[in-house]
């Protein structure tokens, strides 16, 4: 088992090679980039089982669940950071829109060819940055990282201006998926009756389709995608409950502590006692 582990403020950069091992069930706390290079086994992320192989990419954010078990020699790049990394509030509020929407279908990324050489090549090249400490190696990471993470907001933004079209081509649970991650504040658009118009098909037909697909209720996974999001701002900022209510659609505070006590059973205070601890 070879391992190498770079720290610096905000940010890690780990590298192991693995033969044989399995990484027991843990949750994380920051963001992850998890670039395997060679090799095969199973990833099960937020009970979701995935068999891996190699150039997979997955992004992981803060509350993602999973476990590894390798069923070939492995070798695993990790990217790690908080939102502190990066000097830019807008591009942390994108990053936090991508969330898990990915994890509960195909797990990777999904990337064009192209642009997997490219997004492969930049992470390599941060592994050799962090390895050699040559002169403004951390800035350089920095700037390299920040053209990772383009590449990935390329492929989980909704071009809200393309046309609907047919059923057939724009009904998949991606597209549906990025649809509610674009519009999560914006109770409006996430009625059943608006997500189903946007699709051409009927409320009854878009709600079993969802379940049909993720095992879970339309309505459910929008909570959920607003749970994940509220504890992202609760944990990584200082964000009073007013500014994040605001900021995700509620109405007004009482609205919001509702919502808080409905899906946690504690107030929003006690909720972010149990964030820290």
């Known amino acids: 088992m070879d391992r190498t ?4 403020q905000d940010f890690e950069v780990y590298s192991v090679d693995e033969f044989s091992w399995q990484k027991d069930q843990h949750r994380h706390n920051f963001f992850e980039l998890l670039f395997i290079e060679f090799g095969r086994g199973t990833h099960v992320l937020n009970a979701n089982q995935h068999q891996f192989k190699s150039r997979d ?3 992981l954010t ?3 669940v999973h476990s590894f078990k390798t069923s070939e020699p492995t070798r695993f790049h990790c990217l790690r950071f908080l939102p502190g990394f990066f000097n830019n509030e807008q591009e942390i509020d994108e990053l936090e829109k ?6 509960r279908t195909k797990g990777r990324l999904t990337i064009e060819n192209a642009d997997r050489l490219f997004v492969e090549s930049l992470i390599l090249k941060i592994i050799q940055e962090a390895a050699h400490h040559k002169k403004r190696h951390y800035e350089l990471i920095r700037y390299l990282m920040h053209s990772v993470l383009q590449l990935i907001l390329r492929y989980g933004a909704v ?3 393309v046309p609907v079209g047919k059923p057939t081509e724009d009904l998949k649970v991606d597209n549906i998926l990025r649809y509610i991650r674009a519009n999560i504040a914006n109770p409006q658009k ?3 009756k608006a997500i189903a118009d946007r699709f051409n098909v009927s409320e009854n037909y878009i709600g079993e389709y969802v379940k049909k697909h993720l095992n879970i209720s339309l309505r459910r996974y929008i909570q959920e995608s607003k749970m994940h999001m509220i504890r992202e701002r609760l944990t990584q900022s200082d964000r009073t409950f007013s500014q994040v209510g605001a900021e995700l659609g ?3 505070s009482s609205h919001f502590h509702h919502f808080i006590y409905q899906n946690t059973g504690i107030t929003p205070s006690e909720f972010r006692k149990t964030l820290k601890q």
């Open 57 to 59: 990419i997955y992004f």
């Open 98 to 103: 991508l969330f898990h929407y990915h994890n």
């Open 250 to 252: 509620f109405a007004d």
């Open 190 to 192: 996430l009625r059943k």
């Open 159 to 161: 071009d809200e201006n």
């Open 5 to 8: 582990f770079f720290i610096y």
């Open 62 to 64: 803060p509350g993602d």
